[in-house]
């Protein structure tokens, strides 16, 4: 066993601590998850080489100083006690780590890490699979960089559905757009975004984030809108953020016109084929020469979004729609690769 003591960490070191933490703070699947940083196809950095006359020495989570790393920048990060993933995550990421350490038999089990690990263990309910409670609403955290500079907490349901509606929990789509927004952040940098259907608030919180002079949270769902409330306080956005109710098939001119909408951002919205008239109804209302919208949804059935478009050219004569491409898109959000959807994104805006 190596007995020495944790030293300071390289480039490489850190970046392998980084992905680990973001992983973490937006609880990814521990069967998916990724324990040494993926190799990026832009990257100008060599890969790091031992001094000569040592070997080489493969970099993985079980090292003394990555044990103690992840200890100090993720589980005793201030910012990440006030906000912590869930303690059923935690204490399944830390048993795995520890199954890790006596799998590979080169390096001890850090005391700190084991007793992190054995106050959780002695703490954490069961899963509800095992007899356990429900799960319940916790924080997750999406980091807008890789090196969790600009970092979006929100709480969100485990769970699907949730209180009658799908709205508690961040969607892969709006990872999809958020990522075009953070590769092209002119589109909302000073202008006023408003978000309809905001969910618990990740896509707009994010566009705050990015620059935007200010941003209104909407949604029709008073307990989706009380979650998205509370999300606001959860960030120290730059700008304004608020949350507002919009009924898509009951609102007036006012409120339209109080909202100031510059640039609209609309995230996984047509699944629902009943959703299609009040949603371009209101989009109709905002949707004017001089706003732009920011459209992502996940193609689950084709025909609903053909609709869709089909309903909104009726409606919103001379709308042009374009498909944005994706391609190239430094991805930093993690997606569930066995229920991944083909999502699509778009830009809806008068010539």
Known sequence: MDQHSPSPLNEQQRALVL???RQILQMRQLRQFEWSPPSRPN???????????????????TMPEIQQAMLDQIFYDPVVLKHPPSSIYQHAFLKKVIYMIEEEGLYDISEDLMELFTELLMTVPKRPEEGGPPLMPCFKSYSLDRNCQKVVTVMEEQTTISSGTTGLRTWEASFWLAEYLIAHPEFVQSKNVVDIGCGVGFLGIACAMLGAKKVALTDGNMDVLTMAQKNIGYNKAPCPVSATALDWEN????QI????????????????????VPLVTVLKAILVRGVSAFMSSAIRNPQTFIDFFAHIRKECVGVQIDEVILDGLDHLFFFDEETVQTVKVFHLHFP
């Open 19 to 21: 992905h680990v933490k």
């Open 257 to 276: 016109a109080s909202l100031e909408a510059e640039v609209l951002i609309l995230s996984d919205l047509t699944y629902d084929p009943t959703n299609i």
């Open 43 to 61: 990257s100008e950095s060599a890969p790091e080489m031992q001094p000569e006359g040592e070997s080489k020495v493969p970099l993985t989570v």
């Open 251 to 254: 609102f007036t001119n006012e």
